[in-house]
């Protein structure tokens, strides 16, 4: 089987669908696949990788086609990166799909990268769309920019999920906000994977210690609600608790502001951008994860900790009840609630019974949902679902005009 997967963000990056594709690729490319990768970054580039899991009857091979953009953020891209990357990756697509049979096309995200689909002669191979959270409308409402993107390009977003033999959402609750644009929409759940032999708990954790660790992971941006997380630790006994929060971002200096106003310098720690090994280590560092974000599709950190084996505090928003059941394996908040978060904290620091129970659902949910061989396998059937049956073409007629 050869596959072609298109993102517009690939490590080092984009954030979680990113690290998704990179995942799935090797993965894909461990059993045997031949995947081919057109992504974008600073500069022309070709990388190969021959792959395999041990198992597999040969070796696959990952190609990746890293097209230059004008992108220079590691963490952050907005509407001109994502044209930038159609203008490069087009000529690029185009060029294998003429040198190649592929029997399957993966987008991930509808919008940008499936604004390629009615520009590129696919005969007879089947696309299949993963749906991420920013390319749903009326997921996230903080970003002006985007609400009205969504509202003017809404008609070639149902054309382009009509157009896909399959549509994947990361997880249950960005569908059922799909169909709010495409009430007929039917869609494949598969949530992303985590490492289990990075993100793991620790081997034994030191005990006492003479302060109550939280960890938050986050980019620092206001929809994460990390400003009510500082409030939160504020309102908490003095010298009991400690924040780290790992992430960079354009409100760090409002954040940081927020902390000193608060006199909380000596209890809120700002760790910066870390790499994953780094970033394992602190999960296992920690105590108590905790995030409570106003919007979250699916949310790989929460993946992180559940492997990590660490209890969590989350809000009650999008796919994060999919993955922290209240009460079972963590405690759910509203969001913008500083006091309920301050309760929830409190009271999982109070019983460390409770908090040893639920790190062990955690890490045991992990491992029986969440590999990434698990995740292969279910996009794997999918691939060979979709190739079964003939593509649902779409004219290029049938687009609707509106979006001329």
């Not at 997967?5 to 594709?21: D, H, I, R, S, W």
């Not at 992180?304 to 759910?332: C, K």
């Not at 396998?377 to 049956?389: A, D, E, F, K, W």
Request: proline residues 6%.
């Amino acid at each position: 089987m050869r596959v072609l997967l298109l993102n517009y963000e690939y490590p080092p990056f984009g954030g979680g669908a990113g690290v998704a594709t990179q995942a799935l690729a090797r993965g894909l490319a461990a059993r045997g696949v031949l995947v081919d990768v057109v992504t974008g970054g600073d500069r022309d580039e070709r990388t190969t990788e021959l792959l395999w899991n041990g198992t597999a009857a040969e070796e696959g091979l990952l190609t990746v086609y890293r097209v230059k953009t004008r992108r220079t953020a590691i963490h952050q891209a907005d509407m001109g990166d994502a044209l930038s990357y159609l203008r490069a990756a087009l000529p690029e697509v185009r060029r294998r799909l003429r040198e190649e049979r592929y029997d399957l096309l993966h987008l991930f995200f509808s919008l940008p990268t499936g604004a390629m689909l009615p520009l590129l002669a696919l005969r007879d191979v089947p696309v299949v769309v993963s749906l991420g959270g920013s390319d749903v409308p009326g997921y996230d409402l903080h970003q002006r920019s985007l609400v009205r993107a969504h509202r003017l390009l809404r008609p070639f977003t149902r054309w382009i999920w009509r157009r896909a033999d399959r549509v994947v959402a990361v997880c249950e609750s960005l569908g059922h906000q799909a169909r709010h644009t495409l009430p007929a929409l039917r869609y494949s759940v598969i949530p992303n994977g985590v490492d289990l032999a990075r993100f793991r708990p620790p081997l034994r954790r030191t005990r006492p210690r003479p302060r109550f660790r939280c960890l938050a992971v986050a980019r620092l941006v206001a929809p994460k609600g990390l400003a009510d997380l500082i409030r939160a630790i504020g309102m908490l006994e003095r010298g009991r608790y400690e924040l780290e929060i790992v992430g960079a971002g354009p409100d760090e200096s409002s954040l940081r502001r927020l902390t000193a106003d608060l006199g909380l310098d000596d209890r809120v720690i700002f760790g910066g951008s870390l790499d994953p090994t780094a970033l394992a280590r602190r999960y296992r560092d920690a105590d108590l994860f905790t995030f409570v974000p106003s919007e979250e599709a699916f949310g790989d950190v929460f993946a992180e900790a559940l492997a990590s084996g660490l209890p969590i505090v989350g809000s009650d928003v999008g796919g994060i009840p999919e993955l922290v059941r209240h009460g079972e394996n963590g405690l759910l908040v509203r969001p913008r609630d500083p006091l309920a978060l301050a309760a929830a904290i409190r009271h999982l620091a109070d019983h460390p019974r409770l908090r040893e129970e639920m790190g062990r659902r955690n890490r045991a949910q992990a491992e029986a949902n969440l590999s990434w061989e698990r995740v292969t396998t279910r996009y794997l059937s999918i691939y060979n679902g979709v190739q079964r049956r003939a593509p649902a073409h779409r004219a290029l007629a049938e687009l609707p005009s509106s979006i001329w």
